[in-house]
Structure formats: C-alpha cells, structure tokens
C-alpha cells in the first residue's frame, strides 16, 4: 500500500493494479453529464457520459452529442401506457437511428432494487411492478434493433434474488448503480474490498441467471463514495473486479458526483482521487 499526504491527513491507497504492459480488460471510465468537459480534461482515456431525460415521455430528437465524442448511456422515462400502446415508437425509432456507435439506452433507471420495497424516485404502480417493467424493456429492445443503441437496465440494490424477475434475459447489457456505505466497511471504517466484491460477484452470477450468458456485458450507472478518504480504493477494486471477473468482457463504469451529494460530492475531489482515476483510466482503456 501507499501513504498518501491530503489536507492535512494520510490516506492509505491500496496497491495500484499490475502492470500497464499486463493484459486488461477495457473499461469505459465516464461521469454523468453535468461534469463531462472537466472529468475528460483531467483523466485522460475517459470516455463515457450519462445523460438523463427526467421528464415522464420526454424524448429527445436526436442523441446528444458532447465535445470529445464520448459514448453515452441515455436514460429516458417513458410511461407504460405510451410505450406499450407504440405511440412513442416514432419517436424513440428516430433517436436510436440517430445515435452514433457505442450508444447505450436505458428506461426508468433505479426501477429494480432489490426486492421491489423500495421506490426511491416514485415510479408509479404501472411501472413498478415486474410484469410490467419486463414488457417495457421488451418493447425497447425491438425499438433499438438494427441501430448503434444497445439497449439495457439499471437497478439498485443487490439484483439476486426477487429482482431477478423485474429484468428481461433479451436486454443486450444489465447494470446498477452502486455507492460506497457500511456495508462493504470494516469495523475501523475502511473499505473491505472482499465485501464491495461479494456484492459484485452476485450481481454477475444473477445477470448470468438471466441472461443465459456465460460473459454478459455490465454497465455501473452511478457510482462513488461520500468519503473522499475512500474514492481511490472504491474505483481501483471496482475495476480489479472487473478486470479479474467476467472474462474478457468489457465493462462501463460512469461516476456520478453532485455538489453536497449524500453518496457522492462537486468534482473535482482530491488531487490523489484524480491521480487514480487518470491512472484507471489509462490502464484499462483497452486489452
């Protein structure tokens, strides 16, 4: 491990991965939209974005664009009733056609958490539930056939268990957003990486459930830590898990930062927080 000086306190930063000249797997290190210019700015091989379309069967004319061309992961909230009757077909039809490679498209991000108790951005009834939630994401995929857009789901929680019936098997990707909390602390506080992987290595083993794929493709929407002390460590064993988990599958990983966010903060965070994204970055753009 490495000792590293900050404000005036040591932060303790596991070891960083092997070695650059070592084999690994790509991620697609990104951050959600508001900070794209100044997270692309400071580390390097970024590439991801995620955008949100927050008001209920607001669809966008055409995908967004950003500078530096990253690859974005879109999320809409169309209702059921529109969705299901085909009247945003048209609509959603023309976004996908025009969106450029490497797209991702998910609906009603946050809809699956668990065991369907919790509803934290109060999805109506009509749309959380499984049954219905299932037939959504079927439609979507027909929608995103023959395009650049692959379409998948975004759950919190851990996805074993009941959730696994909220996700259709046909999603071309299946994916969470995950923040740092007790749960994966030990008693001194700090983060135990045996932990935050257990809830990882779940995650793939129901995605491989349902799925029927030995590799499916995994997407992070959101992830961070309210500890600034944790964020090097976070991020560095997320992609150790990936980089040793799921073959030779490439992965996404979107960090979220807002500014007095309970689960995360304003970027930028510390300069050592910076330094092992820009190095994550770096070393897993690609095998």
């Known amino acids: ?138 439609h979507m995929e027909r929608l995103c056939k023959g395009t650049n857009v692959r379409f998948g789901v975004l759950a919190i929680g851990p996805v074993s268990g009941p959730a696994e019936k909220w996700i259709y098997g046909g999603d071309d990707w299946f994916g969470y957003d995950i923040y740092d909390n007790k749960l994966y602390w030990n008693r001194d506080g700090t983060l135990n990486e045996r932990k935050l992987w257990g809830r990882l290595s779940g995650d793939l083993a129901a995605f491989r459930r349902i799925s029927g794929r030995r590799h499916p493709f995994i997407t992070i929407g959101e992830t961070n830590s309210p500890r600034d002390g944790h964020r090097a460590n976070w991020f560095g064993y997320i992609a150790r898990w990936f980089d040793t988990h799921n073959g030779d599958t490439p992965a996404r990983v979107l960090t979220y930062w807002t500014p007095g966010g309970r689960l995360s903060g304003a970027w930028p965070p510390s300069r050592p927080v910076v330094r092992r994204l820009r190095y994550l970055s770096a070393l897993y753009r690609g095998i």
């Open 1 to 138: 491990m490495a000792l590293l000086a900050a404000a005036g306190t040591m932060l303790v930063i596991a070891a960083a991965p092997a070695s650059a000249a070592t084999r690994h797997v790509r991620i697609t290190w990104g951050i959600n939209q508001r900070y794209w210019d100044q997270f692309r700015a400071k580390v390097t091989y970024a590439h991801g974005v995620r955008v949100y379309y927050d008001k209920t069967d607001d669809i966008p004319v055409s995908w967004p664009l950003f500078p530096q061309s990253p690859w974005a992961t879109l999320s809409l909230r169309p209702s059921r009733g529109a969705l299901l009757s085909g009247r945003l077909d048209r609509a959603i039809r023309r976004l996908v056609r025009s969106a450029p490679p490497h797209s991702q498209l998910t609906i009603d991000h946050e809809n699956i958490d668990g065991g369907g108790k919790a509803n934290p951005l109060r999805y109506p009834p009509s749309i959380h539930n499984a049954v219905s939630f299932v037939r959504m994401q079927r």
